[in-house]
């Protein structure tokens, strides 16, 4: 039976992937990719701006979740897009991860395309054993992303497999909701510039 549906996960994970290929070009188009991860200590507007993502991110997610509690199959563009743009912006506060996608001079974009597309459940494991080593939250929110990406139901299938992939990909949305809202809690905000502090004399 795990053998008569490789080629439709293999299908899937294409198709996922070369969405986040164009995402990645509309990404890169409105200026909202780095090429690198941060060499200086970020701002407090920089992570208020990555604690508001974390939040919108967890909220599209819900959307997702409750739409396939309720039977709905979420679209691979959907969540290949907010699973890829929220790679991009945790990768970016944690070197060890940003590493991670962009080994050998790769980007994500590669990394998607073959690393992945190739030995998905090889990653996430790798992806689990990177967060034992620290800065967990960031990095289990990486491993659940993708690997919910690995359970979009494919409309082509019989209607009972259908209901199980959307089975196990509620089960990951629901840990993926909880660790957005986690890492957001998480978001230490550093203090205000001293311009800031007061606008006493």
């Not at 990404?27 to 970020?42: D, I, K, N, R």
């Not at 209607?159 to 990951?172: I, W």
Request: charged letters at 25%; a negative charge.
């Amino acid at each position: 039976m795990r053998a008569q549906q490789t080629p439709s996960l293999t299908r899937r994970l294409t198709l996922i992937l070369g969405m986040a290929v164009a995402a990645a070009g509309l990404l890169l188009a409105t200026g909202c990719q780095s090429t690198s991860v941060a060499t200086t200590g970020p701002d407090r507007e920089e992570m208020e701006d990555f604690r508001q993502s974390l939040i919108q991110d967890s909220q599209t997610i819900n959307k997702y979740l409750q739409h396939t509690r309720q039977g709905q199959n979420v679209s691979e563009f959907a969540l290949g897009w907010i699973v890829y743009s929220t790679l991009i912006e945790i990768s970016e506060q944690d070197k060890d991860l940003y590493n991670f996608f962009n080994k050998d001079g790769h980007d994500l974009q590669i990394y998607l395309r073959t690393t992945f597309h190739d030995q998905p459940e090889a990653q996430v494991a790798a992806l689990d054993a990177l967060a034992q080593r620290g800065d967990t939250t960031l990095r289990l929110i990486a491993r659940h992303g993708l690997d919910s990406l690995r359970h979009i139901p494919d409309s082509a299938d019989p209607p009972d497999v259908q209901a199980r992939e959307r089975s196990q990909l509620a089960d990951r949305l629901a840990v993926l909701k909880d660790l957005l809202d986690k890492g957001a809690r998480e978001v230490v905000l550093p203090p205000p510039a001293a311009g800031q502090l007061s606008d006493a004399p």
